[in-house]
Each structure stands twice: as C-alpha cells, then as structure tokens.
T-cell receptor, first 114, second 113 residues
Framework: EAGVTQFPSHSVIEKGQTVTLRCDPI?????LYWYRRVMGKEIKFLLH????????ESGMPNNRFLAERTGGTYSTLKVQPAELEDSGVYFC????????????FGPGTRLTVT | QKEVEQNSGPLSVPEGAIASLNCTYS??????FFWYRQYSGKSPELIMS????GDKEDGRFTAQLNKASQYVSLLIRDSQPSDSATYLC?????????????FGSGTRLSIRP
C-alpha cells in the first residue's frame, strides 16, 4: 500500500510569488491534514479535511493560504503571495475513518522563499 | 508554558541499553498520545500510540501513560544504532480540537556503539 505522497519535494520561490503544494493521502483515508514546521519550531497543525469538507482550519496563519480538496481525494495548499516567513517544511498526513486518531505523514515539501 | 514539553537532548545511550524518553502535556482533555520517530530530513514515522493509562508494549518499544500526572514516556530496550533519531511526542488537541495533533519539539537520541 502506498503511503502519503507529496509534490514537489522542494520548492524555491521569490517573495511575492505563488506556490501550490500537493498531497495525495493513503488510499481510502477520509481524513487529510496539513502541518508545517518553520525553522527551529515544532510541527504545527494547519488544517483538517474530512473528505472534501474543511473540518478545522484553526491553524491556517492568514488568508494568503488556501487549501482545497475537491472530490475528497488529493489536496492542494496554495500560498499567494508568499512571504519570507512562509519558508519551512509542509507536511501532509492522513488517517482512516471517523474518529481515527493515528495520522500517517508524507515526506514533506521543503519551501524556501527568498 | 508549551502544550507538549520534551527535553531536547541530545540523549546519549550505549548500544544495548534502555533509552527513556519523557514528555508532559498541558491539556487534561487530551485523549490520544503518540510517539513519532524522525530521521534527519525525513518525515515523522508513527511508532507508538497509547490511549489509556498504563503500559503498551510493541517489540522493543514500551509507551507509558499517566493521565493524572499528564505524563507520557517511551522506553526503547536493547537500543540499536538505527534508533538514533529525533523522537517526537504528540498529543491530540483535546479540549480545543480532537482532530489536530500537537507536537513537542522532539528529543534527539544518539545510540553510541
């Protein structure tokens, strides 16, 4: 069974540009989460999808971040316009079914904003 | 006060010994507790989950939970060089959100031959 996959693995963009990150969860997992780790800090929650619906987006830092999960399969996270402080590693995780608690993480996308 | 606190280490343990990793959390409403292992530059890998007070064993790993003390630990028996990694304690969001996981900053573990 394939794990959580993320694309791209690395992205380097200039301040003010737009970047879109993609996550494909484990097949059959209804729950999809985005997290990020900025330098020197803990991994922080961004948001949670159940199928195509946003269940909890309390961790989204501001309106420059837009997450979608059309059709309840893969998800995208767009940052527009990117700022220097957005640099970090963006992780996606998925879990199975209602009330599932164990989340499995993808390899992450390392975003560098210059 | 951080929501999940861990000693950052590094914790150095001789090969074959027991490594003991500790974690405390602040939200008494938390119900689910996890240990993730993260090698440098890699993703967090779930190695243990525990939901009720007491011990849970899986191979060389034992997770211990004490909700009254808001304390979680991970014991690694017969430590191997391949166990050298950063271990992340993680707790579900409890009162604020049951879906999100809150991570500690991690403890770096080094197993010396």
């Amino acid at each position: 069974e394939a794990g959580v996959t993320q694309f791209p693995s690395h992205s380097v963009i200039e301040k003010g540009q737009t970047v879109t990150l993609r996550c494909d969860p484990i097949s059959g997992h209804d729950n999809l989460y985005w997290y990020r780790r900025v330098m020197g800090k803990e991994i922080k929650f961004l948001l949670h999808f159940v199928k195509e619906s946003k269940q909890d987006e309390s961790g989204m830092p501001n309106n420059r971040f837009l997450a979608e999960r059309t059709g309840g399969t893969y998800s995208t996270l767009k940052v527009q316009p990117a700022e220097l402080e957005d640099s970090g590693v963006y992780f996606c995780a998925s879990s199975q079914g209602t009330g599932s608690r164990e989340q499995y993480f993808g390899p992450g996308t390392r975003l560098t904003v210059t | 006060q951080k929501e999940v606190e861990q000693n950052s280490g590094p914790l150095s343990v001789p090969e074959g010994a027991i490594a003991s990793l500790n974690c405390t959390y602040s939200d008494r409403g938390s119900q689910s507790f996890f240990w993730y292992r993260q090698y440098s530059g890699k993703s967090p890998e779930l190695i243990m989950s525990i939901y009720s007070n007491g011990d849970k064993e899986d191979g060389r790993f034992t997770a211990q939970l004490n909700k009254a003390s808001q304390y979680v630990s991970l014991l690694i028996r017969d430590s191997q060089p391949s166990d050298s990694a950063t271990y992340l304690c993680a707790v579900n969001g409890g009162s604020s959100s049951a879906s999100k996981i809150i991570f500690g900053s991690g403890t770096r573990l080094s197993i010396r031959p």
